[in-house]
């Protein structure tokens, strides 16, 4: 252990393209996990890479150079102490004097400070996950914005907070040390900065250590970052044994945090500054809820669901490199609320369905009031005669066609980039982005699609539909590294990747009750996913006021401005008369047919014109596939067992139809 060195590295929210080449090197050749290496880099903040001996993770530190990653190769130093707890302290115009009960701590003016501003209770942690997930929901990936320092501040207060001061010297190594908590201290010493609120007198001490430092070194990301023992627990957060695990880690953390000061930096040609770890926030909130692997200290047993839930919230390399301004005209501003879903009543498949369901309703009231011999005796001609199998047949005959169809259609559809799709039917390829702020209903994800089914367990216990929902009345967007087009999702057939199930307790990652006898299942394709679409593209319908209508709005304009129709009054009476107002409605249909011409010829972004939805006759595939040929796979998959249950069961239907002739 005394030889041990940590390889910390500064993440990259925007990675080399040659990523993941370094990926494969990194677990090949140097035998690191890669699945944890592609965690560890990509990302926001900073992370424990691996650790080894310094020689091994010289050459680890060279292939990171290479890629322009900022990293330290750092030797943890094992804290001397405990910082002292203060009792009270005195300021003067050189220095402060904490009062501690061990002995006196003094930070002469202009001295090089640390300072660990930290929550011990984890509302930090639930604040910052959070933040994550509403900014990512209704602001975009593109817009994900960092806890401003006054409210990070602000959160800590609410919960537990303690400030950590070090002093450190000229090498930026730890000479003393205190720990003031609120309400463990005299105020007196503050003089005017006193104030009658415990934690406020914390934060005027920090305050007041900023103004005396010569250099003054603040962090407040402790419970943000799994840094190796540096996690904040809390499984059973009021124990005295948890509170003294959360402190020693607190003085572990403040102590890394001078190596990292005290330690060259390897920044090659990069410009980029630490910032806070959001990235591990949510990591770190899903370690604290499992005291296994908070109790681990380090990062190699965190639950992978972290980075499926990062994958939500920071794209991944390629994205980074495909992504261009989000769908707004201002990248930031919030997402528009998806429009409301059209009545059932208003979709020609309600009354489809709703028609057949009558129909077998009253079928079956005839069964019942009527001559039930007669049922029998046509039920067994049906089926003898070799009718039913034979109808089985033709259906089983036509979806497997149906299915050779689609797999065709797909092979013989060249793949489009998206800045050349040509009307017709077209086959496209890139990431899903949202139009507009929609969340999954269940588990709260933002996402492009997704699909609600509802279950009722019967009484056979068995679990039957109860109601289906999908949010296919909500366009998004398909982008790659040309352009951008919109997606129609009426009428689709989906093929999502992500599927959650849960009880209708179960909202979002909270569970309220639960009902054992309904349940949910909910597919989505999440905002950012890798998708393949095929459909019909075809220019907008074009919305708005129609020529006439602006006309007419034009000449209502001009009525209610005198001084405007003042120039077609060519006689001066102050009133238009017939030939006065034919010139004057000339002329403002004039004005409209060139004001339209304009918008006409001014060139339109693509997705403002063109969308690929689904047409008459013709089918709309939208899945969430890396690979062409497994999708045609599927659909042959498909139909190969459908021509051969369909071939046995037209081979029954003749069997049946000869013995019934023969009887």
């Not at 409210?151 to 205190?178: F, H, M, S, T, W």
């Not at 039913?388 to 980039?417: D, G, V």
């Amino acid at each position: 252990m005394a030889h041990m060195h940590y390889l910390i590295v500064e993440q990259k929210l925007k990675p080399p393209e040659n990523l993941p080449e370094v990926i494969k090197e990194l677990a090949h050749k140097h035998q690191l996990d890669l699945y944890q290496c592609r965690q560890r880099l990509i990302g926001r903040g900073l992370s424990l890479l691996t650790k080894g001996p310094r020689e091994k993770l010289k050459n680890i530190s060279l292939l990171l150079s290479s890629v322009n990653y900022s990293h330290w190769l750092v030797k943890p130093s094992k804290p001397g102490y405990i910082p002292h707890k203060v009792r009270n302290l005195q300021v003067t115009s050189e220095q402060i004097i904490f009062g501690c009960q061990e002995k006196n701590v003094t930070f002469p003016k202009g001295s090089i400070i640390l300072a660990v501003f930290a929550d011990i209770s984890g509302t930090l942690i639930d604040k910052s996950v959070q933040q994550l997930l509403s900014n990512n929901a209704y602001r975009g990936r593109d817009a994900i914005t960092h806890i401003e320092e006054g409210k990070l501040q602000k959160i800590i207060l609410q919960g537990r907070p303690v400030l950590d001061l070090y002093r450190l010297n000229d090498q930026r190594q730890v000479e003393d040390a205190v720990r003031i908590f609120p309400g463990k201290f005299d105020p007196k010493g503050l003089g005017k900065r006193a104030t009658i609120s415990s934690k406020q007198n914390l934060l005027q001490i920090l305050n007041l250590a900023e103004d005396y430092a010569g250099h003054f070194h603040l962090f407040s990301d402790f419970g943000l970052v799994n840094l190796p023992g540096c996690i904040l627990l809390r499984e059973n957060p009021d124990s005295p044994e948890t509170l003294r695990q959360n402190l020693i880690n607190l003085a572990r953390y403040g102590w890394l945090m001078s190596d990292l000061l005290q330690t060259k930096k390897y920044q090659p040609n990069s410009e980029e500054s630490p910032e806070e770890d959001l990235r591990h926030a949510v990591a770190t909130a899903i370690a604290a809820q499992n005291p296994a692997h908070a109790a681990a200290s380090h990062q190699d047993h965190i639950n992978p669901l972290v980075d499926e839930i990062v994958e939500e919230i920071t794209p991944s390399s390629k994205e980074v490199v495909t992504s261009a301004a989000h769908t707004t005209d201002a990248p930031g501003l919030p997402l528009p609320p998806p429009a409301k879903s059209s009545p059932a009543w208003s979709n020609p498949g309600f009354w489809i369905g709703t028609g057949g369901s009558l129909a077998v309703m009253v079928l079956f009231i005839l069964f019942d009031l009527g001559d039930k011999k007669w049922f029998n005796k046509t039920a067994y001609h049906a089926f003898a005669s070799g009718a039913i199998p034979l109808t089985i047949s033709i259906l089983m005959f036509w979806y497997a066609f149906y299915f050779l169809r689609m797999k065709r259609q797909i092979e013989n559809t060249p793949t489009s980039r998206i800045r050349s799709v040509a009307m017709g039917m077209v086959e496209v390829k890139g990431r899903a982005s949202r139009k507009f702020a929609l969340i999954s209903p269940m588990s709260h994800t933002p996402c492009v699609f997704y699909r609600l089914t509802k279950y009722r367990r019967e009484s056979n216990n068995q679990w039957k539909v109860s109601s289906i929902s999908s949010s296919d009345n909500v366009p998004f967007e398909l982008k790659d590294d040309t352009g951008r087009v919109e997606i129609d999702p009426a009428g689709c057939r989906v093929s999502a990747g992500t599927k959650q199930e849960g009880t209708p307790g179960q909202v979002g990652l909270l569970r309220l009750k639960d009902d054992a006898d309904d349940k949910w299942v909910e597919e989505i394709i999440v905002d950012g996913t890798l998708l393949y679409v095929l459909g019909y593209a075809s220019t907008k319908t074009r919305s708005g006021p129609s020529l006439h209508e602006k006309k007419t709005e034009a000449l209502r304009e001009l009525k209610r401005n005198p001084q405007q129709m003042q120039q077609f009054d060519k006689n001066g009476d102050g009133q238009l008369d017939t030939d006065e107002w034919d010139a004057a409605r000339a002329a403002m249909e004039e004005n409209v047919m060139r004001d339209s011409l304009k918008d006409n010829s001014k060139r339109k972004k693509q997705e403002q014109h063109i969308v690929i939805g689904k047409k008459k006759g013709r089918p709309l595939i939208i899945s969430e596939t890396h690979s062409e040929d497994h999708l045609t796979a599927l659909y042959l998959y498909y139909s190969i067992p459908l021509f051969l249950s369909a071939a046995i069961a037209t081979g029954g239907a003749i069997y049946l139809l000869i013995n019934y002739l023969r009887a």
